[in-house]
């Protein structure tokens, strides 16, 4: 039996859950990659266990993603990010390969304990294929989580509503209340 994952959001693409193995509980910031303890949940909780090492080397590269990836994510176009996740990619490559059921691709990497942040940082490329402007921060000013906007019209601005949406509207509720 694998460990809980104990963060309040989970199942965001892969970039985006990396950045949020990093999140604020009772105003404190808590992180999950703090070992390779946390590595092995959240490579689990990814579909990343067994694929890839959870060892030392591999947390390390891991975290190399996480601040390349945050300062991608947080400042677009910046070119410090830009060049910092270049970096995390120059360690994969994608291998082009013929499968029975036709057309596929292969992440090759040369050191395997870079395989984890790869993956990370070229989800993020194909986001923001998808859609860029709906990589969000959650909009909730005490909130550090990250998420993938699916709502049909685009519009979602919470990393929860059932957390920091109803903690906006009743902080609201309550400035109203208290106004003369």
Not at 101 to 123: I, M, S, V, Y
Request: glycine share 8%; net charge neutral; charged share 30%.
């Amino acid at each position: 039996m694998r460990p809980l994952d104990p963060r309040p959001l989970t199942g965001e693409p892969v970039s985006l859950d990396l950045l949020n193995t990093r999140w604020m509980r009772d105003g404190e910031r808590q992180d999950l990659l703090t070992g390779p303890e946390g590595l092995r949940i959240w490579l689990a909780s990814n579909g990343l266990g067994g694929r890839f090492p959870a060892d030392q080397a591999s947390l390390e590269h891991l975290l190399l993603a996480r601040e390349a990836l945050a300062a991608a994510v947080d400042r677009p176009g910046d070119p410090a990010g830009i060049e910092r996740v270049d970096a995390v990619l120059e360690h994969g490559r994608i291998r082009a390969t013929l499968t029975a059921e036709g057309p596929g691709e292969e992440p090759e990497f040369e050191d395997p304990t870079w395989g984890a942040a790869w993956t990370a940082a070229r989800d993020y490329l194909d986001l923001l294929r998808a859609a860029p402007d709906r990589i969000r921060r959650c909009a909730h000013e005490a909130c550090i989580l990250h998420f993938f906007d699916t709502s049909r019209n685009g519009t979602r601005r919470w990393c929860s509503m059932a957390a920091c949406g109803n903690r906006a509207k009743a902080s609201r509720h309550y400035a109203k209340t208290r106004t003369p």
